[in-house]
């Protein structure tokens, strides 16, 4: 499975280590990216992970400049994640497998959505695009206004996954 991913974890609560572990126990993961059934593109130049990947961390050769998205959509939204998070691992706890499961389904849609919502968040702080790259987007119609927005492939390959770490 190809995909860019970034581990959805309850953070600066001095619970990471106590997370991980009940989870672990639990034996089920949360990842956020672009798996590989979403990976294919349209155009079918390049996949959907490797331009998330170009995109996340820039290509000097090419003049694009590191535009990253789901690390820093998960940092900025990590206390209402946390908190689904921390639901999960009470339900772990209790050894409601199937709880922790339904919690963390609620956190990798909160993960995906915030990763999604990144691409136009003011917080996001991208560079504006170069003048050509903004011509080359209006002759083909696309949103010139927001970098890494063309037709929202991209964007909405972005999903999660709640899996058996086995």
Do not use: C
């Amino acid at each position: 499975m190809l995909r860019v991913t970034a581990d959805v974890k309850e953070n600066d609560s001095g619970l990471q280590g106590a997370v991980g572990d009940l989870l672990e126990l639990a034996g089920l993961q949360v990842l956020v990216g672009i798996p590989e059934e979403k990976d294919s593109r349209e155009d079918g130049q390049i996949g959907n992970a490797t331009l998330m990947y170009i995109h996340s961390n820039g290509s000097p050769i090419n003049n694009i400049p590191a535009r990253p998205v789901i690390e820093p959509a998960l940092e900025n939204d990590k206390e209402r994640i946390g908190q689904v998070m921390g639901d999960a691992v009470k339900a772990a706890m209790d050894n409601d497998i199937d709880g922790a499961r339904k919690h963390l389904e609620r956190a990798g849609m909160a993960g995906q959505n915030a990763a999604r919502d990144w691409f136009t968040n003011p917080a996001n702080g991208f560079e504006p695009l170069l003048p050509e790259t903004a011509r080359r987007k209006q002759q083909r119609g696309a949103d010139i206004e927001r970098p890494l927005i063309d037709t929202g492939a991209l964007r909405s390959a972005i999903t999660y996954v709640v899996e058996d770490k086995s």
